[in-house]
């Protein structure tokens, strides 16, 4: 099954939502997408708490690299991919191995020595981003900073334009 391996699963970011790839993995995972916001999208997630895991597909015109899928603006593709730990957000916990050698036991400290200093660390949230091109990293640790409880992969978005 495809869903054992983070590192695997990453290779699908970017792939069109309708892809026979991502048919595939939705039927193995027994997951329809649903959209976004309580059905106001534009974007559909696909979660599927019993393994930990949860897809999101954005339209190529909201993420930053979108033109370069010659994809229509409105044509969703997937885009990031949350590993959730046990018991986080009431999910059973990512069974596979995790992408970029970590794991959910792994403290901040240990992960900064794996990954080096992150390009950003929120001020408000337990978690670190790096960016590692063409995708970026999102690490969520517990209160206490020595377990990951939640990896977030993804291409990124567009800036926001002020309004």
Known sequence: MITTSGTELLELLGTPLESPAINQLLQEL???????????????????????????????????????????????????????????DRYQGYPGTLPYGLAFEQSRAAVRTLLGEPSGSSTRYKNDRWDLEPRYLTVDFSDDEQRIKLVTVGLPWKPRTGA
């Open 30 to 88: 027994e997951v329809t997408p649903l959209l976004e916001f309580g059905g106001r999208g534009p974007a559909m997630d696909a979660p599927v708490p019993r393994l930990g895991l949860d897809i999101t597909f954005k339209p190529t015109e909201r993420l930053r690299d979108g033109a370069s899928f010659g994809l229509a603006s409105k044509a969703l593709v997937t885009a990031v991919f949350f590993f959730h730990a046990p018991g986080f």
